[in-house]
T-cell receptor, first 114, second 114 residues
Framework: LAKTTQPISMDSYEGQEVNITCSHNNIATNDYITWYQQFPSQGPRFIIQGYKTKVTNEVASLFIPADRKSSTLSLPRVSLSDTAVYYCLVGRPMFSGGYNKLIFGAGTRLAVHP | ETGVTQTPRHLVMGMTNKKSLKCEQHLGHNAMYWYKQSAKKPLELMFVYSLEERVENNSVPSRFSPECPNSSHLFLHLHTLQPEDSALYLC?????????????FGPGTRLTVL
């Protein structure tokens, strides 16, 4: 499983765009990139997933350059409720008959201020 | 609501007690997971069940005993725990496929061992 590196913490203010970058230099060809969000004392929640280029959903965008050695989670116009830990994970499910093994790192602790 | 429920949400037990944590998923998934999250530490994968068979046991002490009676239910039986076992225990489920998939986490059980 590819190792990921992301900033330990970030600060932002309400209404700003936040970009969290994750490095995954040894990403494998079939690996995909997934971001989870976790609030205190709750389970992680899936945010977005991508393989290459750009993916956008109702809550975030994920930018992946051509070499796929890094990715950037973009949160538009954050609010106080976006204060959480954000995890970048790289990997893929086993072949049919397998399961999706996730290895969580320390994540990025995002604090949004008024 | 993620479709994964855990009970109890909070549990305090002595080192000589025996207790069980319960997880139920209402998503029709066929893989279930137990994670441990200690204070200020990344999530640690403990056990994985795929198609009701245990496929991974990450060197977890025998005082933790998982059980998966069917694809919707997962238990974690606890006995003679240590204070350092105090943590948030998270259950997750996913649908095993050959494509990318997502783990859905429950709210967790906050366990305190006295």
């Amino acid at each position: 499983l590819a190792k990921t590196t992301q900033p330990i913490s970030m600060d932002s203010y309400e209404g700003q765009e936040v970009n969290i970058t994750c490095s995954h230099n040894n990403i494998a060809t079939n690996d995909y990139i997934t971001w989870y969000q976790q609030f205190p004392s709750q389970g992680p929640r899936f945010i977005i997933q991508g393989y290459k280029t750009k993916v956008t959903n109702e809550v975030a965008s994920l930018f992946i350059p051509a070499d796929r050695k890094s990715s950037t989670l973009s949160l538009p116009r954050v609010s106080l409720s976006d204060t959480a830990v954000y995890y970048c994970l790289v990997g893929r499910p086993m072949f049919s008959g397998g399961y999706n093994k996730l290895i969580f790192g320390a994540g990025t602790r995002l604090a949004v201020h008024p | 609501e993620t479709g994964v429920t855990q009970t109890p949400r909070h549990l305090v037990m002595g080192m000589t007690n025996k207790k069980s944590l319960k997880c139920e998923q209402h998503l029709g998934h066929n893989a279930m997971y137990w994670y441990k999250q200690s204070a200020k530490k990344p999530l640690e994968l403990m056990f994985v069940y795929s198609l009701e068979e245990r496929v991974e046991n990450n060197s977890v002490p025998s005082r933790f005993s998982p059980e998966c009676p069917n694809s919707s239910h997962l238990f974690l039986h606890l006995h003679t725990l240590q204070p350092e076992d105090s943590a948030l225990y998270l259950c997750a489920s996913s649908q095993e496929t050959t494509d990318t998939d997502t783990q859905y986490f429950g709210p967790g059980t906050r366990l305190t061992v006295l």
